[in-house]
């Protein structure tokens, strides 16, 4: 195991490893529960659903943990299957099995954007400013999604608001964060999993941490031939190209997928990976050398680009490397074994779905939070002095919060970061890439206001 995952050489050890795994499943394990309940209104059953999840999850992070040896996670996107249900399904009249393989060709074409070096071109063409803006606004996103899903953050009033602490939930949130703040201010190893498990069970007799009702899971097994290869029958993938006064409907999806895909995991890989070391100087020597698949984060970007059309082969939205991952990387986790430990924890979970989905978000919000508190530390890299540098580095950071979308907010840092140079005349200095990108951007909010 040392020799496997090099252990000493990150600094960490196999007890750091499993409890910052422990601490990134519970953190997103939300997804098992919600990612079926989403996707059944379009038709799909729920506990096919429920199993293609879980081995999406499982595929996508062991790839990740076993081939990049890098500490993330992988499992069905929030927000891409919102827009896969809402917008592609319920909006545009596309069904289940068309929107499964619009998604099934976006991760083919993550595929070929990775191999052919695109994607690592992409992040090496981001100015530092922007990179430490991403870093930052991850932690703000992070610690959003925290308060979001506790409900602290009220919009009853059509304002965004504190909500009236008069539920158990929101007590048990507040506690939960308290007692995560003490923990890692007096440096206890393992604060984030303790502060989870802990404020579960204060949770038990509050009635907030309570069992929620579930499939089982022989259930789920037999659900489950209803959207495996479902893109490969007729009702897939051969049907979206029947209709030629659709394919321009069609292909403009694909592209709306698979730019928030692939911005999705750059930021969360320049956000969590180069301040903690797991992307290191050398990692970045060998990523410029050449051919091959030679650096971590090659390797790390190719077990995401293949987890979402696995996904879509099994019946589920785009599968991609998870924020939350953020909370086992601040627990220690440096190596793929923090991975193998989530994928394991996501096998035992389609036994013990019910236990699982028991967790309540009062007890994961607050790591959530902190885990945010931490990453904000990135801003400090930001001259704020410099208005030039600030405009970009603002918009970039505050963007992701606000539309709930790394890749919006990094969309809108790349607008302002070429405004700006253009206007100081220094266009020259914008990278080729970033100029395509920026302009891929531009198109893609002009084309997501006809669909």
């Given amino acids: 195991m040392e020799r496997f995952f090099k252990l000493k050489e990150n600094g960490t050890t196999v007890s750091t490893e499993i409890a910052?795994?422990?601490?990134t499943f519970f953190t997103m394990a939300y997804i098992i529960a919600i990612n079926p309940g989403l996707l059944s209104q379009t038709g799909m059953e729920w506990g096919a659903v429920f199993l293609a999840t879980i081995i999406a999850s499982i595929i996508g992070t062991l790839v990740?943990?076993?081939?990049?040896?890098?500490?993330?996670?992988?499992?069905?996107?929030?927000?891409?299957?919102?827009?896969?249900?809402?917008?592609?399904?319920?909006?545009?009249?596309?069904?289940?099995?068309?929107?499964?393989?619009?998604?099934?060709?976006?991760?083919?074409?993550?595929?070929?954007?990775?191999?052919?070096?695109?994607?690592?071109?992409i992040i090496k063409s981001i100015p530092v400013t922007l990179q430490n803006a991403i870093s930052g606004g991850i932690g703000l996103f992070v610690a959003y999604i925290g308060l979001l899903n506790v409900g602290i953050i009220s919009f009853d009033s059509g304002v965004p608001a504190l909500a009236t602490l008069n539920q158990p939930a929101f007590w048990l949130f507040l506690i939960g964060l308290v007692l995560a703040i003490v923990l890692l201010v007096l440096n206890v190893k393992g604060a984030i999993l303790i502060s989870i498990i802990v404020t579960s069970?204060?949770?038990?007799?509050?009635?907030?941490?309570?069992?929620?009702?579930?499939?089982?899971?022989?259930?789920?097994?037999?659900?489950?031939?209803?959207?495996?290869c479902a893109i490969f029958t007729s009702a897939g993938i051969p049907s979206l190209f029947t209709d030629m006064a659709k394919l321009p409907l069609v292909l403009i999806t694909i592209f709306s997928f698979s730019i928030s895909d692939t911005f999705d995991t750059i930021g969360t890989f320049i956000g969590t990976g180069r301040r903690s070391g797991i992307f290191s100087e050398e990692d970045e020597k060998a990523m410029e050398s050449g051919s091959?698949?030679?650096?971590?984060?090659?390797?790390?970007?190719?077990?995401?680009?293949?987890?979402?059309?696995?996904?879509?082969?099994?019946?589920?939205?785009?599968?991609?490397?998870?924020?939350?991952?953020?909370?086992?990387?601040?627990?220690?986790?440096?190596?793929?074994?923090?991975?193998?430990?989530?994928?394991?924890?996501?096998?035992?979970?389609?036994?013990?779905?019910?236990?699982?989905?028991?967790?309540?978000?009062?007890?994961?919000?607050?790591?959530?939070?902190?885990v945010g508190i931490?990453?904000?530390?990135?801003?400090?890299?930001?001259?704020?002095?410099?208005?030039?540098?600030?405009?970009?580095?603002?918009?970039?950071?505050?963007?992701?919060?606000?539309?709930?979308?790394?890749s919006y907010g990094i969309a809108f840092g790349f607008i302002s970061y070429c405004l700006v140079k253009i206007c100081k005349k220094e266009a020259k200095d914008i990278h080729p890439i970033l100029w395509v990108v920026t302009i891929l951007f531009i198109l893609n909010f002009i084309l997501l206001t006809f669909i």
């Avoid at 910052?20 to 601490?23: C, E």
Wanted: aromatic share 12%; glycine share 8%.
């Fill in 20 to 23: 910052a795994g422990l601490t």
């Fill in 64 to 121: 990740m943990g076993l081939v990049a040896n890098v500490p993330y996670a992988q499992a069905p996107g929030m927000g891409l299957n919102a827009f896969f249900v809402y917008t592609v399904c319920f909006g545009l009249g596309f069904t289940w099995q068309q929107a499964l393989s619009m998604v099934f060709i976006c991760g083919v074409l993550n595929i070929i954007i990775t191999v052919t070096k695109l994607r690592k071109s």
């Fill in 201 to 228: 069970l204060i949770g038990i007799p509050m009635g907030v941490t309570t069992m929620a009702e579930s499939v089982s899971f022989s259930e789920a097994c037999a659900a489950l031939p209803t959207t495996f």
């Fill in 292 to 370: 091959g698949f030679k650096s971590k984060m090659d390797k790390a970007l190719f077990a995401d680009a293949t987890a979402t059309s696995i996904g879509a082969i099994l019946g589920t939205s785009n599968t991609t490397t998870y924020v939350e991952s953020a909370s086992g990387i601040a627990a220690g986790g440096r190596t793929g074994l923090t991975s193998v430990v989530v994928a394991i924890c996501f096998a035992v979970s389609a036994f013990l779905a019910t236990f699982v989905s028991a967790i309540p978000y009062a007890a994961t919000a607050p790591a959530l939070v902190v």
């Fill in 374 to 406: 931490m990453m904000t530390s990135s801003f400090k890299e930001v001259d704020w002095s410099e208005f030039s540098e600030a405009v970009p580095a603002f918009f970039a950071s505050i963007f992701m919060a606000l539309c709930y979308s790394i």
